[in-house]
């Protein structure tokens, strides 16, 4: 497992931005991959992106894709979700994740961050 922080996250208006950061301790072979998840109050956790990271390949959900970005600074072991437009159904808190399995699954991931506030006001 990794120890992972992530951070950036905050209040904005429909049709803003935010960049979460997720900052990990290492990546190792156990932890290539990282996704970002959400969770709004009364839902399921749901997949935003994910990122192989030795790779550099990325992947944005469906219904997310146009609007948000995922992406990695190797050097800086830390990979961030360029959100943009917006709306207040992105309410929720996201969290990171790293695993083995690139999946869009939440039980593929073993290492997970303590999660960051995103509230997005109409």
């Known amino acids: 497992q990794v120890h992972l922080v992530e951070s950036g996250g905050g209040s904005v208006q429909a049709g803003g931005s935010l960049r979460l950061s997720c900052a990990a301790s290492?990546?190792?072979?156990?932890?290539?991959?990282v996704a970002w998840f959400r969770q709004a109050p009364g839902n399921e956790r749901e997949a935003v992106a994910r990122?192989?990271?030795?790779?550099?390949?990325?992947y944005v959900a469906d219904s997310m894709r146009g609007r948000f970005t995922i992406s990695q600074d190797n050097a800086k072991n830390t990979v961030y979700l360029q959100m943009n437009s917006l709306k207040p159904e992105d309410t929720g808190v996201y969290y990171c994740a790293a695993g083995v399995r690139c999946g869009w699954l939440a039980d593929g991931y073993n290492s997970w961050g303590q999660g960051t506030q995103v509230t997005v006001s109409s």
């Open positions: 290492e990546y190792t072979a156990n932890t290539p991959c």
């Open positions: 990122i192989y990271v030795p790779g550099d390949r990325p």
